[in-house]
């Protein structure tokens, strides 16, 4: 088992009012699994994202990563965790402008601390790994949508991580680059690499492998997608 999600539930406090976002949510994620998160807006899943991925705490419940008690560790730890082992992908790519489709790429290996002269021949193998080696030396500028979620996508692997996040990745793309960057996840998860994306698009939600739907902070349905 990869991690391990139980009993969570998270509040927000609003003025002197307590607002539940997420209410008894347990859920687990093998190795290799292939998972979508499905919701409406408000309806906690990004939420739940940030909490998996170690940027925010439940107000209560228990997270297991590799068998290690998240909640128990410091923020340091936590930021170890964050480089080495959890990638993310984003809507809005979020891409240095000033930066190559490399140097973007190379960003993750400095903070894991990897080796400098190492960091380039790494990040290009990343980038031809999402079919972009041509592209290496192109500014975010010159690149199109679907080519600047695919950087993004070579940056959450370049340290070859248990699990990729990506909250709404074809979110910011044309019908086209949407279906080409979920090819590439389908053809990554085929290679061994642990996907978990949210989406409120159900086209994109059902080429998962699992669906889990959530609504108002609690799981309605998880269910095995043929």
């Known amino acids: 088992m ?22 008894d949510v347990s859920l687990s994620i093998e190795k290799g699994d292939y998972l ?6 408000g309806s906690g899943k990004s939420t739940l994202m940030n909490i998996i991925g170690c940027l925010d705490k439940p107000s209560s419940g228990e997270y297991l990563f590799e068998g290690r008690d998240i909640l128990s560790l410091s923020d340091n730890e936590l930021s170890e965790i964050r480089a080495h082992n959890i990638g993310f992908v984003f809507q809005s790519f979020q891409l240095l402008k000033g930066e190559t489709a490399l140097q973007n790429v190379m960003l993750p290996l400095s903070f894991a601390n990897v080796k400098k002269n190492l960091r ?10 999402v079919g972009l080696k041509e592209r290496m030396s192109f500014l975010p500028t010159q690149l199109s949508g679907g080519q600047k979620q695919r950087v993004a996508i070579a940056r959450a692997l370049v340290n070859n991580p248990d699990i990729i996040l990506a909250d709404e990745p074809t979110g910011a793309l044309d019908q086209k680059s949407g279906k ?9 998860n085929s290679e061994g690499v642990t996907i978990v994306l949210i989406t409120h698009d159900e086209n ?4 998962a492998k699992k669906l889990l739907h959530i609504v108002d902070g609690e799981i309605l349905e998880h269910k095995k997608e043929a």
């Open 2 to 23: 990869l991690l391990e999600l139980k009993h969570i539930y998270k509040t927000y406090d609003i003025g002197a009012e307590e607002v539940p976002i997420l209410k």
């Open 36 to 41: 979508a998160i499905m919701g409406p807006s």
């Open 120 to 129: 380039a021949g790494i990040a290009e193998k990343a980038l031809d790994r």
């Open 180 to 188: 080409s960057v979920m090819e590439l996840f389908e053809k990554l």
């Open 204 to 207: 994109v939600g059902k080429r």
